[in-house]
């Protein structure tokens, strides 16, 4: 049993909205069915306009790809291209759902590419991924230009991911505005999915405490995700999915995540009140935990790309 202690993260700080959503929205009878006597068209404008706000919250909890990707390189120094989605397997993806949820997968791809600076690769998976927005009618979206540029200049990391960022909010802003809220849902699911795959086969093998409790921590955002998939529950695609998340819930279920309260410090600088949260976090997760997760993720994601 492993026990990591550290300063609250900002995903745990909205975990109790979430919570409170998820009441309001999904955790009783009589909502739903307040929802099925709803006209559809009512009901996908609220569910559109709801989920629109909490997939940008959902957004910034979420480790970027940059972000993950240094962490492993921490831990693991040499590059490995067996851990990404091949660019040749984009012949097999001639559905939306497929298109979606692979351009998540290939865009941690190119974050994992990016921090080791393989401009060769980061170049063919950002033309990949661009051709896939492009066939979604999202790649007006994608500064191929600008994004190409910083992908092949690993000290451009901030801006890349700034860059990345809000090109992804534009696209999922859009989707939800032409009713399309699924698409933007498989995108992010895609690529939060493929972070936590390379996470887990560099965390057994390294045995890394601080990636290891990263992959602990990702209990809220799964719990984040699938509130968010919900919405999209009707479109088949999206229901398969969930029902494997589900039981990669179960998995996170016997991880726990304690949050220990610290009164708050307040330091002034340059005469302005600086407060520091206190807070830490105690993640308890085993080895064997992160085998589980691996295995599930590792099956899920075999059928998202193939």
């Known amino acids: 049993m492993h026990l990591f202690k550290n300063k609250m993260k900002p995903q745990l700080l909205i975990l109790a909205s979430f919570i409170t959503f998820c009441m309001l929205i999904s955790c009783d009878e009589s909502t739903e069915n307040a929802f099925n006597n709803a006209s559809r068209a009512d009901s996908v404008q609220k569910i559109d306009q709801v989920s629109k706000d909490l997939v940008s919250e959902v957004i910034k909890s979420i480790p970027s790809p940059v ?11 040499d590059y490995s291209s067996s ?36 401009k060769q ?6 033309n990949t991924m661009t051709q896939l927005a492009e066939e979604l009618r999202i790649g007006h979206f994608f500064d191929y230009k600008t994004i190409k ?8 990391l901030d801006s890349m991911l700034y860059i990345t960022t809000s090109s992804y ?18 995108m992010l699911t895609g690529g939060w999915l493929e972070a936590l795959y390379i996470a887990t086969e560099v965390g057994l093998k390294n045995k890394s405490p601080d990636l290891i409790e990263k992959i602990g921590e990702q209990k809220v955002v799964l719990a984040q995700i699938m509130i968010l998939l919900k919405f999209y529950n009707s479109d088949p695609q999206v229901a398969k999915l969930l029902e494997k998340l589900v ?31 206190n807070s830490t976090t105690e993640v308890k997760i085993t ?3 992160i085998i589980k997760i691996n295995e599930l993720v590792k099956n899920v994601r075999k059928d998202i790309i193939s």
């Open 121 to 126: 690769d980061a170049i063919l998976y950002l």
């Open 169 to 186: 909010d534009k696209m999922n802003t859009y989707l939800q505005d032409q009713n399309r809220g699924n698409l933007s849902m498989m």
């Open 149 to 156: 540029r910083l992908a092949t200049n690993s000290t451009n």
């Open 287 to 289: 080895e064997d935990d």
């Open 247 to 277: 039981k990669l819930n179960v998995i996170y279920d016997g991880i726990s995540i304690i949050i220990v309260y610290k009164e708050p410090t307040v330091e002034m600088i340059n005469g302005i009140p600086m407060v520091t949260d």
């Open 83 to 118: 851990w990404l989605n091949p660019t040749t397997n984009i012949s097999r993806y001639n559905s939306n759902y497929k298109k979606a949820v692979n351009i998540g997968i290939y865009g941690t791809d190119l974050g994992y590419i990016n921090i080791y600076n393989e």
């Open 67 to 77: 972000e993950m990707s240094t962490l492993i390189k921490e831990v693991e120094k």
